[in-house]
């Protein structure tokens, strides 16, 4: 089967054997009613046959898969397998005309032409068959005309010109990089997957530009062209350290939180062995900077880490007092998440949903309930680990970052107490009066774009 599609006419011509062998699922493909299928094939390949109404691949197909990955039942099965691509010879050097310039050796983009003496000849210029890509370079830039090249593919060299692709127009069929005879000179962008042409390696043999089926691939300026491939070429080089330093990033985080764990339960156990009413703390630098090094392999300043760190919850608790609680119920009544149970006349028990809201510590006349939270802060120049009992209701600011939000709405329906709302112009709404600072939104948002501050 031949599949050399003419850009204007999308009629085959011959370039090399392909074999596509297809299984239509018809029994999925009759649950389809847009057909996406139809309208993806670039040369009009799948078609719907009248006469019993089944989704068919005509012989002209090349197999580039765009239908395949166009159905959303998975109904369409290809096995495509193709001959390889078709190469041009190895340009052969008359040594008779070669005066050993030097300029074939120049031009040689892969370092596979050298000059030999063997002192039969005279010097003359020799190409390694094995490394040699057959790009033409050697040929176009002969002064003696001493190189023979193109025998099987077109010869066809315009003059200041070079072949690009138009990515708007490409449709990622990868045709082209299945037949340029080039090797190095068609390469895929690691950023948007579509194919680049490198000008220092294209033959200019035309091959991509007949195959391709949208009739992307064009001549342009030389100038242009290399512009082009160097701007895809650069954000493929940042696309790959972004990558780099997005995974040596994530890594270091997850260290930090280890780091931010082992600090926060060695605070917390000296925490537990000492009497105090509502409010202690301490001073974590010099911990958090040993750690740190220790962990990373590298040192943080302490100033910028207060910046990353800010305020950070670690942990929260309540508990119940048997020998106080009299089962009374007037934590229960105020339960905003109903979290409490009460089993009369034995002390309530309070549940997983709980929230940490402190509306039952306040309530409570007989001191039977106590809560905490353990959490990190930064002061000035220093970090601390801190426990703040709770003995009222907690209070504090709400605050909403509209440059993180992606109004996900997670935060709305996470909510105990409806005190969020998602706006129709997808804005994140905050109502005060209903908003109990059990900092729930603060812990599940995604983005970090939810803070509560300014605890009382």
Partial sequence: MSVMIDSFTKTPRPLRHVDVDFVIDQTKCADCKDKPCLESCPIDAVYLDESDGLIKLKSTCFGCVLCRNACPYDAISLDVKMDPPLKENVPNINTKLCKACGACVQACKNGS??????????????????????????????????????ELLPKTVKGGKAVVINQPKCIGCMTCTRVCPSMGAINVGRTN????????????????????????????????????????????????????DVKKLSLDLISLNKVLQKVGNAIA??????????????????????????????????????????????????????????????????????????????????????????????????????AYDDYFYSKDQDLYYARSFLYKQRLGDFS??????????????????????????DKIEFDSEKCIYCRNCEAICPLDAIRIVNFR
């Fill in 113 to 150: 032409i050298h000059i030999v003496a063997d002192g039969k000849h005279e010097p003359h210029s020799e190409i390694d068959k094995d490394t040699c890509v057959r790009c033409g370079y050697c040929f176009r830039v002969c002064p003696t005309d001493a190189i023979k090249y193109g």
């Fill in 193 to 244: 997957k579509l194919p680049y042409i490198n000008p220092g390696y294209c033959a200019r043999c035309e091959e991509c530009m007949h195959s391709c089926p949208s009739g992307a691939i064009r001549y342009s300026s030389r100038k242009k062209a290399y512009k082009m491939y160097s701007e895809i070429k650069s954000y493929d080089i940042v696309s790959s350290i972004i990558d780099y």
């Fill in 269 to 370: 156990l000296e925490f537990n062995d000492q009497n105090f009413e509502h409010f202690i703390e301490c001073k974590v630098n010099d911990m958090m900077e040993r750690e740190l090094k220790i962990s990373l392999n590298t040192s943080i300043e302490i100033d910028k880490f207060t910046k990353l760190v800010g305020s950070y919850l670690m942990d929260r608790n309540i508990e119940v007092y048997d020998k106080k609680c009299i089962a009374c119920g007037e934590c229960y009544n105020v339960c905003p998440v109903n979290a409490i149970e009460q089993n009369g006349p034995n002390p309530i028990a309070i549940n997983d949903n709980c929230v940490y809201c402190g509306k039952c510590v306040e309530v409570c006349q007989f001191d039977a309930i106590g």
């Fill in 400 to 425: 909403l970052s509209e440059d993180k939000c992606q109004a996900c709405a997670i935060c709305v329906k996470n909510c105990p107490v409806d005190a969020l709302v998602l706006t129709e112009d």
